[in-house]
Each structure stands twice: as C-alpha cells, then as structure tokens.
C-alpha cells in the first residue's frame, strides 16, 4: 500500500485533514503528525522538521505545511514520490521583491493579536480559513479546531511563515507537483501558487472557485480524487 505523509498548517492540528483522509485510508496508508504543541504534541521544538523518511512517500502539504513539504522535497528527492501542495505559497509574507505574500503590516498586527490573545486571534483565523462564503460545516470544523495548539507553538509557527522563504530552492525540484489552491483564499493569494507553477519544472496546478484557504473541507471528494491520480 502506497504511503502517504500530510502536514498539517497554521493554527489547526492534523485532525483537519480527518475527512480527507476518511476517503484515502482505504488505498492510502496515510500518516499525519502533529507539529509540537499542537493536539497534545507537547514537545516544542525550533522548527517542525522532519529528517528522515525511511521509505518513499506521496507527500502532501497544506500552507505552513506546504512550506515544510517542499523544504522535505529538496531535502530527500529519493524519498518522495511526489508533492500535493494545498494553498501553497513559496514565500508566505511579502518582500521589497515579492507582492504575493501577506501585508507586512497585517500578518505583523496578527502576531501581536496571537500574543495578546490567541483565542480571539484563532476566531479571526477561522473566519479567514473558511472563505468569503462558507459552508455551515467547514466553519463549524475549523471553529471545534481552533483551540488545539499552544500559544507558543502559535508564535513559533509565525515565526516560520516569516523567516521562510523558498522562492531560489524551488526550481531544483524535479518531482510530479500537483498545485490546489482556491480562487477565494484570503490567507494565501492564489497568485503564489500560480507562481510556483511558473517555477517548477513539473508542476500541474487545479484551482477551485471556492471553498477559501481550507478549502479541501468543503471539496473534498474532488481533493481526493486528484490525490488518487497523482500516486
């Protein structure tokens, strides 16, 4: 059975790939760790960081998560089979050369909120993840979620998202890179991974009309059958 390693984003544990991985368990041996601090992973480390696949894996990564994938990717090429990158960006947080990420000011505003009271700023959050109109049980998901990561595993997170920045690595990629993004993301401009799609030799990318930055909630059924066809 093919193997199959999700990382999970910012601010909400692995538990929100649960319906995903509902429909892939049965072809899929699926594995989905938490990063530290988060659903009662208490072991708070300096970055979420995975050194070693010991055997190869379909490798699928949303946000934050994309973020470690392809770091993953160009870490070990041999042990990857190929990347699913969900709501993915190269670059999270804008540059005085990259307009695609995140207003300095805003995501600066957002740390402070998160240090001040990560319990208003994940309400925020959810509000954000769900999309410009979302559906009653992607809301309800995210919303039950939100209160699952400590406060410092929030800032560390942050603190990832603002340090990261992939844009020169990604053209050694030379793996099947399967993009998702949905037009109303309000996280992750779906303009990064149109980027990335310029950028990576081998990269296919599928972009939905709806469903905003966590929008494989509300497709998907059609999120997984394109992981079926990309393994």
Same mark, same amino acid.
């Given at each position: 059975?093919?193997?199959?390693?999700?990382?999970?984003?910012?601010?909400?544990?692995?538990?929100?790939?649960?319906?995903?991985?509902?429909?892939?368990?049965?072809?899929?041996?699926?594995?989905?760790?938490?990063?530290?601090?988060?659903?009662?992973?208490?072991?708070?480390?300096?970055?979420?960081?995975?050194?070693?696949?010991?055997?190869?894996?379909?490798?699928?990564?949303?946000?934050?998560?994309?973020?470690?994938?392809?770091?993953?990717?160009?870490?070990?090429?041999?042990?990857?089979?190929?990347?699913?990158?969900?709501?993915?960006?190269?670059?999270?947080?804008?540059?005085?050369?990259?307009?695609?990420?995140?207003?300095?000011?805003?995501?600066? &505003?957002?740390?402070?909120? %998160?240090?001040?009271?990560? !319990?208003?700023?994940?309400? @925020?959050?959810?509000?954000? =993840? #769900?999309? *410009?109109?979302?559906?009653?049980?992607?809301?309800?998901?995210?919303?039950?979620?939100?209160?699952?990561?400590?406060?410092?595993?929030?800032?560390?997170?942050?603190?990832?998202?603002?340090?990261?920045?992939?844009?020169?690595?990604?053209?050694?990629?030379?793996?099947?890179?399967?993009?998702?993004? &949905?037009?109303?993301?309000? %996280?992750?401009?779906?303009? !990064?991974?149109?980027?990335? @799609?310029?950028?990576?030799? =081998? #990269?296919? *990318?599928?972009?939905?009309?709806?469903?905003?930055?966590?929008?494989?909630?509300?497709?998907?059924?059609?999120?997984?059958?394109?992981?079926?066809?990309?393994?």
């Amino acid at each position: 059975m093919k193997q199959v390693l999700m990382l999970h984003g910012w601010g909400f544990p692995a538990t929100v790939f649960s319906p995903l991985i509902d429909l892939l368990a049965a072809e899929f041996d699926v594995s989905a760790p938490d990063r530290p601090g988060y659903a009662g992973n208490t072991v708070i480390s300096d970055s979420y960081d995975i050194t070693r696949l010991d055997s190869p894996v379909l490798l699928i990564g949303w946000s934050l998560g994309g973020l470690a994938a392809l770091q993953l990717a160009l870490r070990q090429p041999d042990k990857v089979t190929g990347l699913v990158l969900l709501a993915a960006t190269p670059c999270f947080v804008n540059r005085p050369d990259w307009t695609l990420g995140m207003d300095n000011a805003v995501f600066d &505003a957002f740390r402070k909120q %998160v240090t001040d009271d990560p !319990a208003i700023a994940m309400q @925020q959050f959810v509000r954000l =993840n #769900a999309g *410009r109109r979302p559906d009653r049980q992607s809301k309800k998901a995210l919303s039950d979620l939100s209160g699952k990561a400590s406060a410092q595993a929030l800032l560390q997170g942050m603190s990832e998202l603002a340090e990261t920045d992939l844009r020169e690595a990604v053209a050694e990629i030379d793996l099947p890179v399967l993009l998702l993004h &949905a037009a109303d993301d309000r %996280v992750v401009p779906a303009a !990064a991974s149109v980027w990335l @799609q310029e950028y990576i030799a =081998n #990269a296919r *990318r599928l972009e939905f009309q709806s469903g905003g930055h966590a929008f494989f909630l509300q497709q998907t059924a059609a999120v997984a059958e394109h992981i079926r066809a990309m393994a």
